[in-house]
């Protein structure tokens, strides 16, 4: 018996980094998984891994920051499964371009506010009216650990990570009512290949050698008092699947910090 058996999961950002890893342990778990990613491709990749893992699989390709989108994309989601119960919002992620509220151009402001924080929302706005009608279910946004503490230099993903722990704490204030649980969870540095590629490290390279390299270059966010502040996308999936199983039905409006504890000492 696997831990979401009869439960529909949607997760946005699917196709790759921590989104992909979810998709894969949710359909292990037995849930019915949606796949949504603005890359055709690279959701169709997934939702073939997903499969061949015994779950039932839906690969849709969706910009979350278009709201006609995102809401077809759920409401597909809902004809095909039965009511979405469950809903990750995994799509997001920051730029290169990203520094201090003094330097950045608004462009950067433009690009990740609408895909952090908007794109969070518009799926939540689309998803909530099914779960409801499913008698319930959970919401896992994903905030980031440079809301937690202000080391960070690239100040518009801070303000789009921090809008979506209050978004989030709004959500589960709400929609108790309606059985719905939300939660949010705060990664530390997640070595995904997108991440890995803007640091140069070779996925090919022994894991404790790329978190050493990923380390020394991250410094002021996670120190070396933090070791477990530095992991890979399927640690952070252990963590969607928690949240999304019955077993955290006491959780409502948590920031789940998964960064090694550098937000804490």
């Not at 998709?23 to 998984?33: N, P, S």
């Not at 896992?140 to 518009?156: M, Q």
Request: negative net charge.
């Amino acid at each position: 018996m696997g831990r979401l058996d009869g439960k529909s999961v949607f997760i946005t950002g699917a196709g790759s980094g921590i989104g992909r890893a979810s998709a894969l342990r949710c359909a292990v778990e037995g849930a019915a998984v949606t796949v949504a990613d603005i890359s055709a491709e690279l959701g169709q990749a997934t939702a073939t891994a997903a499969a061949e893992k015994g779950g039932e699989v839906l690969a849709l390709e969706v910009d979350v920051t278009d709201e006609t989108q995102i809401t077809e994309a759920i409401d597909t989601a809902n004809g095909r499964f039965g009511s979405v119960t469950t809903l990750v919002n995994c799509a997001g992620g920051s730029i290169g371009e990203d520094a201090p509220v003094t330097d950045v151009d608004l462009d950067v402001w433009d690009h990740t506010i609408n895909l952090d924080l908007r794109g969070t929302f518009l799926a939540c706005r689309a998803a909530i009216p099914h779960i409801t009608a499913a008698g319930g279910g959970a919401i896992v946004n994903f905030t980031s650990v440079v809301a937690l503490k202000g080391s960070f230099r690239g100040h518009v993903y801070t303000a789009a990570k921090g809008g979506i722990i209050s978004f989030t704490q709004a959500l589960a204030g709400r929609y108790w009512r309606n059985g719905i649980r939300a939660n949010a969870i705060a990664p530390g540095v997640v070595l995904s290949d997108r991440v890995q590629g803007r640091m140069n490290l070779d996925d090919s390279t022994p894991l404790d050698e790329r978190i050493e390299t990923a380390m020394a270059m991250n410094e002021r966010l996670i120190d070396r008092r933090h070791p477990f502040g530095y992991g890979v996308p399927d640690d952070i999936a252990n963590v969607v699947l928690f949240l999304a199983s019955d077993e955290s039905r006491m959780v409502n409006g948590a920031v789940i910090p998964a960064e090694g504890g550098a937000a804490a000492y």
